[in-house]
């Protein structure tokens, strides 16, 4: 049995990471870049070539520097590759960019029933069985060359293994490809001739081929390739793997995406983004979710350093409000982002987003009827006060938080090192101690009474 460090490429849209993790289950080395999305006649495309150079040549380093002998991939949703032989058929898609309305208007209507698939409708590409359909309407052979339709954690698997297979977590995540109650491909798969072109399954972790890799002094290591998983579900895995059972995971990064295992399917409403997704071992769990980390950037200006209580109280004091939407999605859609009350600049408009992105977790955990214990993992928890400020609003729930941000590397990790009969990681978490903001339950009732007028509004506009 290996005892030699694993390398984990954890894979997302804006920042992709590198982290080696030793078989005592700590962090002993890691890198990073940006994708580059480029633009091809009218489409906005990843520069696939430039990104797997960027991992070899990474991966060939701490093979060299730490013994690394294995390497696996987490994957945000979402994306997805066409592959014939040994390579693309056509280039991968950013999923954030709408088909025209002609083309949608035609392929939306060709979606399963919310009731079979538990994917919501969602704009862009946020199904990717969306943008197959686009593709589809826009090279009507485009997917008869192809041989496989490989989910975007197993795209990175083939490059380096040279196996395409399919995965669970990811076709299960909001695809309209999975039907979870059935444990099977949906109608549309069937409908469009696709069951074919998916790849037999692996299990997220399993060893599915080999990777040679030629260190500076010219030896070539093989490292085990690992199949691959969808980010958030790894993270859910990883805190069940540390000993938590009955409990809300608030994963948040660009998404804030929220699983509450005790929750029924029947509770989902596909109107507010909730959806089912499926876990490794292929049970639906619900879900909801809303573009958290994307919006706070976008409604703090940009703040990079974390928010401090006195401004937190100042904003409340004012009564200034951060409403949604700041980004396409989430419970509270067809609203354009907006500021209400006394206008704030600087550190009160980040206090702002951070309060904003609190609430906005609040309401979520409420539709998703969360009364359990909270564990929140990722970038959020750098803002420094979004675990108090939940904590907070949430006096009934105990919140921890992760000492370790990068929950999906580590879950990714964890089904490699469960592969080799290894469990390395010890439960770190922290119980987050409520932040002391006089006036947050006013301020809360009132944001949510905001909300809920902007919904009104919307539905009387809908009647008419």
Known sequence: MSTAPIAVFDLGKTNSKLFVVSSGGKVVDEARTRPVWREEKDLRVLDDAALLAWMKDELARVAAAHGVDSVTFSGHGCTFALAAGDALVHPILDYEQEPPAEIAARIDAMAPDFRETFSPPLPLGFNYGRH?????????????????????????????????????????????????????????????????????????????????????????????????????????????????ADFTLVSTGTWVIVFNPASPLERLDQTRDMLANVTVDRQPVATIRFMGGREYDVASGGWTRPVREEALASVIAKRAFALPSFAAGGPVPGHAGRFSGPAVEGEERAAAALLYVALMTDLSLDLI??????????????????????????????????????????GAAALVFEDRGQNPFVNDCAVAAPAALAGLDAYRREWRRQVEAMQAGTRKEKRA
């Not at 109650?181 to 072109?197: E, I, N």
């Not at 108090?388 to 105990?398: D, I, K, N, S």
């Open 132 to 244: 197959l359909l686009w593709l589809d309407a826009r090279e009507p052979d485009l997917l008869d060359k192809a041989d496989a339709i490989l989910a975007y954690p197993q795209f990175w698997s083939w490059r380096f293994s040279g196996r395409k297979v399919s995965e669970v977590s990811y076709l299960g995540c909001h695809s309209n490809l999975w039907a979870p109650l059935k444990d099977d491909f949906s109608s549309l798969v069937d409908r469009m001739g696709w069951r074919g072109k998916m790849p037999e399954f692996s299990r997220a972790g399993a060893v599915i081929g080999t990777h040679a890799v030629t260190l500076g002094d010219g030896r070539t290591v093989e490292v085990a390739v690992h199949n691959g998983v969808h980010d958030s579900n790894a993270a859910l895995y990883f805190y069940r793997s540390l000993g938590f």
């Open 369 to 410: 009827g969360s009364d359990n214990t909270i564990v929140i993992d990722g970038g959020l928890v750098r803002t420094g006060l979004y675990a108090a400020v939940l904590a907070a609003l949430r006096p009934g729930q105990t919140v921890h938080t992760s000492a370790n941000p990068e929950g999906s590397a580590f």
